[in-house]
């Protein structure tokens, strides 16, 4: 046999790029070939010199230098452009956008105030990014100011708004030493959660069940650990504090009520949480539907007599 040439679907003979193989244009490395695309262009693998990425590209492209990088040249160009746009709003306005989007979620927020999603997206994490990196001595001080005099205290001390206040005190973990603690500083906050144990859940407050805790402030990991704002409370009051000596009646009722508290938060948010709790829940939803297509049956069947 003798040799031939490889043609391409048009019948020109296939140019050969294993040459180009090792070259290295803009911040791009000529790997390997690899087969033409659905349109018949020569494609090539390369590596990226900036981030170290493979991926397929046209052979025009990379020799011509239409392609300079993988894609990660344009992304940093792009989080570049969105923070110098970011940039050009004044505070109060990064502060609205970040509520905006609490509140409604991001694409709702972009449609309220008439601004791109990304704008969005990169105006909340900024203003998040602020208010985290607050030190923890102001965390701690904010915390008990609204614990004290309520939030809307604290936001006209601050200069922030009462969304910003209340996110700044739910970062605080640990806002005091409770080993250091006295028995009268231990009763007086357990009075206040023994309050917030048993208020009545307002309308819009679905989630709230009474005489539990919420997750934001005690909550079981899947591995076991325990999380939450009242979690070194609740370590600290389970193993020593119920053994003191010096402790009172009035103290150690209030203890017993609070860990009793925290173990049925724990028992019922597992019970919620299991396959036979929503079959029963399908159940019952299924009984309450017969039941009503039988009062209406049997509603039909007086009025037909009636008539």
Request: proline letters at 2%; glycine letters at 6%.
């Amino acid at each position: 046999m003798g040799d031939y040439q490889v043609m391409n679907k048009r019948g020109r003979p296939k140019k050969d790029h294993s040459q180009l193989i090792g070259e290295v244009v803009n911040s791009l490395r000529i790997v390997a070939m690899r087969r033409n695309d659905k349109t018949g262009h020569p494609m090539c693998r390369t590596k990226c010199l900036v981030c170290r990425k493979q991926t397929k590209q046209r052979i025009n492209d990379v020799v011509r230098g239409r392609a300079k990088t993988c894609g990660c040249g344009s992304t940093k160009a792009f989080i570049k452009y969105m923070e110098k746009q970011v940039a050009a709003l004044s505070d109060d306005e990064v502060e609205g956008v970040w509520m905006a989007s609490m509140e409604r979620g991001a694409t709702k927020a972009a449609i309220q105030l008439k601004k791109s999603k990304a704008l969005v997206d990169f105006a909340t994490r900024q203003h998040r990014e602020r208010l985290e990196a607050t030190p923890e001595a102001s965390k701690v001080e904010i915390w008990r100011m609204v614990q004290e005099k309520g939030t809307s205290a604290a936001a006209a001390k601050y200069g922030l708004s009462s969304r910003s206040i209340a996110f700044i005190s739910s970062k605080v973990q640990n806002p005091r030493a409770y080993p250091s603690m006295s028995n009268d500083e231990v009763k007086q906050e357990l009075k206040y959660i023994q309050q917030g144990i048993e208020r009545v859940p307002g309308k819009n407050e679905a989630w709230y069940k009474r005489g539990e805790l919420s997750s934001a402030q005690l909550m079981r990991k899947k591995n076991g650990d325990i999380a939450g704002e009242y979690a070194d409370l609740y370590r600290h009051l389970s193993k020593s504090v119920t053994s003191a000596p010096t402790m009172d009646a009035a103290l150690s009722e209030l203890i017993q009520r609070f860990l009793k508290a925290a173990r049925r938060t724990f028992d019922n948010r597992r019970w919620r949480q299991s396959d036979r709790h929503k079959r029963m829940a399908i159940e019952m939803r299924e009984n309450q539907q017969r039941e009503r297509r039988r009062a209406l049956l049997s509603q039909g069947a007086m009025d037909c007599e009636a008539a």
